[in-house]
């Protein structure tokens, strides 16, 4: 690994990400359709909570999880898809042709996907604790900051490596991006604790980062539901996020490498319109 | 009217093939049963939280049902809208199908046939899994089959229309067309008494939830298929005082404004895209 290679992997990843930090902020209209729409969701659910008079943490924990659906979304649309998105749009083969690790468009793609959806999400959050009176518990910062960063590298990994497999997929990568939303939002417990699931589906939804995290989360923002409601103590949470972490990434670069050789070996890899 | 029932009956083929042939029969009909049955038990096991595992309420038969026939208002202006987009963005074949000697409203409206009739299946398995698996309070007994079948019919009429309007829009934008659908579905979602009576609305909210049609659709439907949990909701679904008949009268008026409003809206937006190029413009988005 010389030093020009590392530089230039480098610039690699800042150039997949200024799209996304930069560009993607161009045009106000991500307010209204990024942050809003989001909102109604959030709302209706919230709404419904409201109606059978459940205890307030919940419409919290629905704000939360509308929020976290940003990062979801963005994984199956803007991580997984991406690469399929660029076959497509015939960019793909330049981007094999670059002098670089493939590996550093996938990291390029989520550096500036995690902060333009940070960004978007922060707002829904914002707007959504605003618009419905809530109260979080901040008595934790650092572990909260540590539980999001550690659930965000393990969710990016794992887009990471879907990205890589939806090379495999022609008409497929829609549907299959379609059917792991409203599924996803079930078996993570986006809008309930997923303690609620059972413990085993609990535990097979957990191999999805977003489930444990979103559960660590709510139980920092609000302690006094923990006992109630979690589903595996924050640091046991942790734990197994960080495992995650190690594990995406490598199944990541591994799954790359495969599909790239399958690719070449079918002729398959940039053929569009499938 | 025979060439437009050629051409609807080959865009509704055309869109079976786009919906369909992508994976085997199976898979197909798997992923069109999962999305919906998975979108519903997100409430019900909301709802379960609450009630410590009861399901016997009325509102809960009420928000299973709202829920269920949501499908329709997300799937048919999805559908319509998305005919512009991707056969314009994705297929880049608008500009043939424009230009070819047929009825351009019939080739849309036959692409959404496909899916009113893919989503027909996901609400009818939604119903009958409510039904036989967490006690949803369908009686087919007392089914009220003509106000059932006339909502049905014209709901789905007024929101065909309504995805005409902003599947014009769509000929103007880019990468916004899913966003507006979106954000106009989200709005029924919230405000017509979809999944919560809309009394629970703060004041303003509930207001503007008259003039939407959806809200009257939804009651109208309810009273139709669950009418004995209509009457246990009594006051709290904020339209005891509207009767069936004036339900449905304000259902076929608001269908009627709509349809020119629709009609205005797309007609703007297709000579707008003619004169701005836009007919057969890609963005790739």
């Known amino acids: 690994m010389t030093e020009t290679w590392l530089l230039r992997n480098l610039r690699a990843v800042r150039g997949r990400a200024y799209p996304r930090i930069v560009g993607a902020n161009r045009e106000p209209s991500w307010v209204f359709f990024d942050v809003v729409l989001p909102l109604l969701t959030v709302a209706a659910y919230a709404y419904i909570y409201k109606f059978m008079n459940a205890p307030k943490e919940f419409v919290g924990f629905v704000i939360l999880g509308g929020a976290m659906t940003a990062f979801w979304l963005n994984i199956l649309w803007s991580m997984a898809s991406q690469l399929y998105w660029e076959k497509e749009t015939g960019n793909l083969s330049l981007f094999l042709l670059a002098p670089i690790s493939r590996m550093s468009i996938l990291a390029g793609m989520a550096v500036g996907g995690l902060f333009f959806t940070t960004l978007r999400a922060a707002s829904t959050m914002i707007i959504g604790i605003v618009a419905f009176g809530i109260a979080l518990n901040l008595s934790e910062p650092l572990m909260l900051i540590l539980v999001f960063v550690v659930t965000m590298i393990a969710l990016y990994g794992m887009g990471m490596m879907f990205a890589s497999l939806y090379l495999m997929f022609g008409r497929e990568a829609y549907h299959v991006s379609n059917l792991m939303t409203e599924p996803i939002y079930l078996a993570s417990g986006f809008y309930f604790p997923v303690k609620a699931l059972g413990f085993w589906a609990a535990a097979g939804a957990s191999v999805i980062p977003i489930t444990l995290g979103l559960d660590a989360l709510r139980q920092l923002f609000y302690p006094s539901t923990g006992e109630l409601y979690q589903f595996l103590p924050v640091t046991v949470e942790l734990a197994i996020l960080s495992v995650l972490c190690i594990v995406f990434i490598v199944l990541s670069k591994l799954s790359l490498d495969y599909m790239e050789k399958l690719g070449k070996s079918t002729g398959r890899l940039t053929l569009r319109w499938q | ?103 351009f409203y019939t080739y849309i409206f036959g692409r959404a046939a496909i899916k009113i009739a893919i989503t ?166």
Not at chain 2, 22 to 28: I, R
Not at chain 2, 56 to 67: C, D, K, L, R
Not at chain 2, 240 to 265: C, H, K, P, R
């Open chain 2, 1 to 103: 009217m025979r060439d437009d029932l050629r051409t609807f009956k080959n865009a509704a083929w055309l869109g079976w093939q786009m919906e369909a042939n992508w994976t085997d029969p199976f898979l197909f009909a798997t992923y069109s049963v999962v999305k919906p049955i998975a979108g519903t038990l997100i409430l019900v096991f909301m709802y379960l939280v609450i009630t410590h595992g009861e399901t016997g309420g009325a509102f809960f038969s009420f928000m299973y049902v709202g829920n269920a026939m949501y499908m329709y208002v997300a799937e048919v202006l999805f559908g319509v809208t998305w005919v512009i987009h991707d056969d314009r963005e994705h297929y880049m074949t608008l500009k043939q199908v424009y230009i070819a000697p047929i009825n």
């Open chain 2, 120 to 285: 027909t299946v996901g609400v009818l398995l939604t119903l009958v899994f409510g039904v036989l698996v967490l006690g949803v309070s369908i009686d087919v007994g007392a089914i009220n089959w003509p106000l059932l079948i006339a909502a049905l019919a014209l709901g789905l009429a007024c929101l065909c229309i309504m995805g005409l309007a902003l599947g014009g829009i769509s000929f103007l934008t880019a990468k916004h067309g899913q966003g507006i659908n979106e954000g106009v579905a989200g709005v029924f979602y919230v405000l017509s008494g979809v999944i919560f009576p809309i009394t629970i609305l703060p004041g303003w909210a509930s207001t503007v939830s008259k003039f939407l049609p959806v809200t009257y659709w939804m009651e109208g439907v309810r009273r139709g298929l669950e009418p004995g949990v209509v009457a246990d909701m009594g006051p709290a679904t904020g339209l005891t005082g509207f009767s069936d008949l004036i339900l449905m009268a304000v259902l076929v008026a608001s269908s009627i404004i709509f349809l020119f409003v629709s009609l205005a809206i797309f007609k703007a937006a297709d000579r707008a895209a003619r004169r701005k190029g836009k007919i057969d413009w890609t963005t790739t988005y």
